[in-house]
């Protein structure tokens, strides 16, 4: 999956990140941006914004005010109700089960 934040329009461009590395880790940076077919540069911000995202998706903490905490508590205690749309999504195979 691309990453929702794309390094593709150097005009862009207006913040200065700085960074120093140990010359091992600036020459496996250049290695794998080689191989991606990258710069030096759309490498790192690539790899540093999918890294960024992942951690960002990552987190398993919410923090809620108690009203929104029993509005949530609420809806998850509601009894079902009837959903034609998601019982006909589910009625289909996925894509991906097709032969």
């Not at 991606?36 to 005010?65: M, N, P």
């Given at each position: 999956?691309?990453?929702?934040?794309?390094?593709?329009?150097?005009?862009?461009?207006?913040?200065?990140?700085?960074?120093?590395?140990?010359?091992?880790?600036?020459?496996?940076?250049?290695?794998?941006?080689?191989?991606?077919?990258?710069?030096?540069?759309?490498?790192?911000?690539?790899?540093?914004?999918?890294?960024?995202?992942?951690?960002?998706?990552?987190?398993?903490?919410?923090?809620?005010?108690?009203?929104?905490?029993?509005?949530?508590m609420d809806l998850l205690e509601r009894l079902e109700q009837p959903n034609e749309g998601l019982r006909d999504l589910l009625s289909h195979k996925a894509p991906w089960?097709?032969?």
């Amino acid at each position: 999956m691309p990453p929702a934040v794309a390094v593709s329009n150097r005009t862009s461009r207006s913040a200065r990140l700085g960074l120093r590395a140990t010359p091992e880790q600036e020459a496996v940076l250049r290695r794998a941006a080689d191989v991606a077919h990258k710069s030096l540069t759309e490498f790192i911000l690539d790899s540093a914004c999918q890294a960024a995202e992942q951690t960002l998706l990552d987190q398993r903490l919410f923090l809620v005010s108690g009203r929104q905490y029993q509005a949530f508590m609420d809806l998850l205690e509601r009894l079902e109700q009837p959903n034609e749309g998601l019982r006909d999504l589910l009625s289909h195979k996925a894509p991906w089960d097709k032969a």
